[in-house]
């Protein structure tokens, strides 16, 4: 993996990056979660819960990108270690406090 | 030369009188041999070894619950990330799925406008609900 980043400099939410994020992604974005989960409780139909989807993939971006702006250096160095170890958290506990030191949950 | 005359005796008559040769003991006899058993009776009692046996299981089974908590808790970080994470996944295959299910929809009412029965581009079951379509396919992207 040669960047998070791709061309607008967005980060680009790969498995290694969404699952070292997944902390804040399960505290910052909970409300659009269950939203979005209840709404398909509700109702499969992929084209009902259109809108909650939305809300939860903006929220889950918007959340990757302030954690790129805020501590990019950490953020990179415990996704390239999950990508390195294929998402084990065990292996990558040393990146993972100090991202945690950097970004707080 | 014969035995006989090895080792003659004076005045021998016949070979039968020909003094033995024979592999005896020496004189006086051999030492005394103990033979009789003596098995010790020192050594752990019965327990004592069950005590200890009882003891090893005790902490070991103790240490397999330690790890077993151990691995507990590790299985539910990774769930907890999964259940963090799925919704946005499943957004995004939703997304995908809308659009590719509109190109579908028209690629049947294309091929279906001429016949006389066939009602709308949506033909599914009669449940009510909604069900994921069914063509086998596991992944068509591949095949």
Known sequence: ?105 | MTEAMIRKKAGMASVKDMPVLQDGPPPGGFAPIRFARRIPNKGPSAMAIFLATFGAFSWGMYQVGKGNKIRRALKEEKYAARRAIIPMLQAEEDERFVSEWKKYLEEEARIMKDVPGWKVGENVYHSGRWMPPATGELRPDIW
């Open chain 1, 1 to 105: 993996m040669t960047s998070t980043v791709d061309t607008a400099g967005e980060p680009v939410p790969t498995s290694s990056l969404l699952m070292a994020a997944a902390k804040h992604i399960g505290t910052k974005c909970r409300g659009e979660n269950l939203a979005f989960l209840k709404c398909k409780k509700d109702d499969p139909n992929p084209e009902k819960c259109l809108d909650k989807g939305r809300q939860v993939t903006q929220c889950v971006l918007h959340l990757l990108r302030d954690l790129h702006q805020n501590c990019s250096k950490e953020l990179d160095a415990y996704a390239g270690c999950m990508y390195y170890h294929t998402n084990e958290f065990e292996l990558c506990r040393k990146e993972q406090k100090e991202f945690e030191k950097a970004c707080t949950l």
